[in-house]
């Protein structure tokens, strides 16, 4: 079965502190969700119409899980917190087998 994927790619980061409050609340819902970290920050070298800013990416055992931890009401509530913090593309993607 293909594993599932969180991808977030921040633009900006506006409100550090509404960051901060999100990675209090996110962090234990991807864990109760199945997720585990697999990036967070670091080093970035962007390329094409990339920005060099905050990548994270999850993995999840499967696409179905990714989704189901999105929709929790454990990561929404983290989700409320981050609010207008910041501009980021965040996807859920399917892995290959």
């Known amino acids: 079965m293909p594993k599932g994927y ?6 900006t ?10 990675n209090e609340l996110a962090g234990p819902a991807v864990k109760a ?4 970290v ?6 970035v070298e962007a390329h094409d119409a990339g920005i060099a800013e905050r990548t994270v990416l999850i993995e999840f055992d499967s696409f ?3 989704v189901a931890a999105h929709e929790s009401a454990a990561y929404q509530e983290a989700l409320a917190a981050l609010s207008d913090g910041v501009e980021r593309d965040f996807r859920i993607v399917e892995g290959i087998d």
Not at 13 to 22: F, G, V
Not at 38 to 43: P, T
């Open 6 to 11: 969180w991808v977030s790619a921040y633009r």
């Open 13 to 22: 980061i506006s409100d550090p502190e509404k960051l901060a409050a999100y």
């Open 33 to 36: 969700g199945g997720g585990r």
């Open 38 to 43: 697999l990036v967070r920050g670091g080093r």
């Open 64 to 66: 179905e899980q990714a």
